[in-house]
């Protein structure tokens, strides 16, 4: 009989194979993801007469699905993706539809816009589909799995076959609708209807019975599917670092960060575009996105480096302009005024809590005048301090609300999304199979 693996959401199966590990799913998952969950493969009244302990069989990775979707978009499965990967398999379902009606003369459905499949999705909570299990081939078998959905028109889905529905449930019939695209897609709509659903992968069953080590059951994103992050200077290194074990610890294992001012493997000057440049020339497959400060050198670097095109897996941005920056304090040799500090001064250390370590308020001090640009360069006083400040925070100090996160967590949001597109322009529709294979 052998053993299945699965990657299941609340029941559903989205993706299985039998006596091997199949897809790595290891990505989607992190260490504390792994407990042991039970298992319907595993026949516990034997483990009870036995005296054995089941727990190494029911071994798993486990994890909210709205605790996925981050790490699904890092990996290219946003809504973006879904929808384009949904309307290449519609595209690709009505050529076959059309041959078929060129020999048999049969009508093409009109099939569902991806607006109306995800409404049909999200209308549908899984929770709320009768998961009771029905034996039956005869008719009356076939409209009680099909439930709720015998009487819509089925033939609107695309690869929708009456004749190869497996299903022996309301809910696993609707997984059959769903299941078209790949499994992360499919999690990836799912997951507005159904974000509390565990997503498990369960591999004790496949290990126990000898078809594949545990060593093969590894979670954390793989090295080709991290970021590589280089920015000008040590500060920005630390500080993002520790903003994403914070802030974002779901998925903080798909970053790895270069100070290009100490770490620059080109000879000439250490700077990012130089860096850049180097790493453009020898075609490395890397995902790399270079951050540029929003200061007046932060942008006269980004301006140089948008002159260059860039293969897709490399991206360029300067830290967000803030509303909070444009009317704060900066001293020059006329007085302290109030100015708009962004793409002139505000740095990394700007983002940061400024009313935090008991320092006089927060100020700018001009510098240099950046003679192409026609502005000048300013640096924040005590930055220092404050990026000590910053670096002493935990999430147990986090937790009363005094260390105020916003603007640093605009930095993140800005390098999340940079990353989530990067990933998703660099997936091909021509990778879309018609059957999934998955």
């Not at 050529?95 to 009109?110: F, G, I, M, Y």
């Not at 022996?168 to 790949?182: A, K, M, P, Q, W």
């Not at 093969?216 to 630390?238: N, Y």
Request: with cysteine.
């Amino acid at each position: 009989m052998g053993t299945e693996i699965t990657l299941d959401v609340a029941g559903v199966s989205v993706t299985y194979s039998k006596n091997h590990r199949g897809i790595d799913h290891g990505s989607i998952f992190q260490e504390q993801d792994r407990r042991a969950v039970k298992s319907d493969q595993l026949d516990y009244d034997w483990y009870e007469t036995e005296g054995e302990d089941p727990t190494a069989s029911e071994m798993a990775f486990t994890r909210p699905l709205s605790h996925v979707v981050p790490r699904l978009e890092l990996l290219g499965f946003n809504l973006e993706r879904v929808r384009r990967e949904y309307e290449a398999v519609v595209q690709n379902w009505l050529e076959e539809r059309q041959s078929l009606r060129d020999e048999e003369d049969e009508p093409t459905p009109e099939l569902m816009s991806f607006v109306e499949f995800a409404e049909f999705v999200k209308a549908h909570p899984l929770d709320r589909l009768d998961d009771t299990f029905i034996s039956g081939s005869d008719d009356a078998s076939k409209a009680k799995i099909r439930g709720r959905f015998a009487g819509m028109q089925l033939e609107r889905f695309p690869l929708y076959r009456p004749y190869d529905r497996q299903a022996y449930s309301e809910r696993t019939f609707f997984g059959g609708l769903v299941d078209i695209l790949h499994p992360y897609s499919v999690l990836r709509i799912l997951a507005d209807a159904n974000g509390d659903a565990p997503v498990v992968w369960q591999y004790g069953p496949l290990v126990e019975g000898g078809y594949a080590p545990e060593r093969e059951f590894v979670p954390h994103a793989r090295r080709t599917e991290t970021f590589l992050i280089a920015t000008e200077g040590s500060s920005d290194v630390h500080i993002l670092k520790h903003a994403l074990a914070l802030l974002r610890p779901g998925i903080a294992d798909f970053f790895r960060f270069i100070d290009v001012s100490e770490s620059h493997p080109f000879s000439g000057t250490g700077n990012l575009v130089k860096f850049a440049e180097g790493l453009a020339k020898i075609d490395v497959q890397n995902q790399v996105v270079f951050v540029f400060d929003n200061d007046a050198e932060g942008l006269d670097a980004h301006q140089k480096l948008s002159a260059l095109t860039l293969p897709a897996n490399m991206r360029r941005i300067m830290l967000p302009e803030l509303d909070a920056f444009r009317a704060f304090p900066a001293e020059g040799p006329e007085g302290l005024h109030s100015s708009d500090i962004n793409r002139r001064a505000a740095a990394i250390e700007c983002y940061l809590d400024l009313d935090v370590g008991g320092y006089p308020p927060a100020k700018v001090l001009w510098t240099n005048y950046k003679k192409g640009l026609g502005i000048y360069q300013g640096a924040l006083e005590f930055k220092e301090s404050y990026t000590k400040e910053f670096l002493k925070q935990t999430p147990e100090t986090l937790s009363d609300g005094s260390y105020d996160v916003r603007k640093i967590e605009a930095v993140l949001d800005l390098l999340i999304a940079e990353c989530t597109a990067m990933a998703v322009d660099q997936w091909d529709p021509a990778e879309v199979e018609l059957r999934d294979n998955y």
